[in-house]
C-alpha cells in the first residue's frame, strides 16, 4: 500500500477498476476526514454523518466497479457531491408528500442552502471551508489530533479513547475540549463556524 500513497486519485480509480482494493484503501484515507467533515457539517448529528459516509463510499464502490466514474480530476468533489444527493433524498423520502414548500417556507427544502445545487462561489466556499479545517486540525497539538480522528472520524466513545491513549475519560475530554477551543479561536478570522462536540 505504501508505493500506492503517491498515486492520483485517477490512477487510485484505474487501479481499483481492474482489481486492486488497497487502492481504494488509500482513497478512503485521503478523502474520509474531508468528506466527513461535509456531512457533518449539513447532518449535525455524528450518528446520521456515519451512515451516510458509509452510504456515500458504498455508491462510489458501486458505481467504481461499474465502470460509471468519469475522470474529471475531481473526485472529492464527485463525492461530495454524492453525499450531497444522498441527504437530499433522505429529507426528500422522510416529508409527508401533502407539505407544500413555498417560496416564504424557510425550513422548505428548496430553500436550504446547505442542500441546494451548489453554485460556483458556494461549492468552492464549501471546498475551502473544509481546507480551511483540515489545515487548522493539522496545527493543533498531536494529542488533540488524535481525540479530534478519534471522536469525530472514527466515533469511538472517550471511553475507548481513553483505553486506546492510555489516559483517563477525564483527559480525553479535556483534550476535546481544548482541540474545540483551539480550533474556534483559529476559526475566528476565517469566517468558519464551528460545531460543538
Known sequence: MQNLIKE????????????????????????????????????????????????????????????????????????????????????????????VITDDDDEGLQ???SLSVGTVETDFHNSQTISDLTEMISRLPQNQQEIIRMRLYEDRSFKEIAALTNCSINTALGRMRYAILNLRKMAAGRDLTLLDA
Not at 30 to 52: M, T
Not at 57 to 82: E, P, V
Not at 87 to 92: A, E, P, Q, T, Y
Open 111 to 113: 430553500n436550504m442552502l
Open 8 to 99: 492520483t486519485d485517477e490512477r487510485l480509480i484505474y487501479l481499483y477498476e481492474n482489481g486492486n482494493d488497497e487502492a481504494f484503501d488509500v482513497l478512503l484515507e485521503r478523502h474520509q476526514q474531508n468528506l466527513f467533515a461535509y456531512i457533518l457539517a449539513i447532518v449535525h448529528d455524528e450518528d446520521q454523518a456515519n451512515d451516510f459516509f458509509q452510504e456515500t463510499f458504498y455508491k462510489a464502490i458501486s458505481y467504481i466497479r461499474a465502470h460509471r466514474y468519469t475522470d474529471n480530476g475531481k473526485f472529492l468533489a464527485w463525492l461530495l457531491r454524492i453525499a450531497r444527493n444522498l441527504i437530499i433524498d433522505s429529507v426528500r423520502h422522510n416529508r409527508p408528500m401533502v407539505d
